[in-house]
């Protein structure tokens, strides 16, 4: 589960109710809550950006260049900005490794509940991107007190990896049906949800299974 626990960006969180009950005439008593923080699994971008990257090399080293030459290191860079940006890949969801990643998660949080005798998660925040989705949906499957947030959609490059699908797309979905995104639907002006229609993928997510290839087939 180390892709789940070693970065943080686009993090999935849940927290408990309050483990301290305060009378409401007592002002001096302190509520706690324990707040639980989960990497999303891994998603076909990562996959592709890796590929790209040291297929680059590859080619750079072939060609007689030093590994870290000033020619090799600008091939394999340019090799990820254009998995990154390449718009097919917009929103991608996870691979089936990212999907047991999170089947991990859901099993690590009940243990560390367990051994540390910590309440069980009840709400769950999110960030809109289907691989943050995707991940809390598997890690939480009994909750039904879960959140999508704008503010946590942490990684807001304007690549296409990093772009969500629109609200009114993803919450069709019946894997996010339980969720909430009344917050992300009522944002000021829809300035982030109608805006970055250009790189919608729409029949993409009417089947759970599909893959990256199929995405591309759709689109061309």
Known sequence: ?????????????????????????????????????????????????????????????????????????????????????????????????????????????????????????????VSPLQRALQTAATVFPECHDIHVREELRERQTGKACDTRMTSAITSRRNTFSRFSFTRLKNLSGRKFDDDEQSYRITHSLKNENDTHSEIRKELD
Do not use: W
């Open 1 to 125: 589960m180390s892709a789940i626990k070693d970065d943080m960006e686009g993090i999935t969180s849940s927290c408990d109710q309050p483990k301290t009950v305060c009378p409401a005439e007592d002002e001096d008593c302190v509520k706690t809550y324990t707040v639980y923080f989960v990497r999303h699994g891994e998603a076909i971008h990562n996959v592709l950006e890796k590929q790209a990257q040291a297929q680059a090399k590859e080619s750079a080293m072939a060609e007689g260049y030093a590994p870290d030459s000033n020619e090799t290191l600008g091939r394999i860079e340019n090799a990820r900005k254009e998995i990154l940006n390449d718009t097919q890949l917009q929103d991608c969801p996870l691979t089936d490794l990212g999907k047991e990643e999170a089947e991990s998660a859901k099993q690590t949080i009940a243990e560390i509940c367990e051994k540390k005798n910590l309440p069980a998660p009840t709400q769950v925040l």
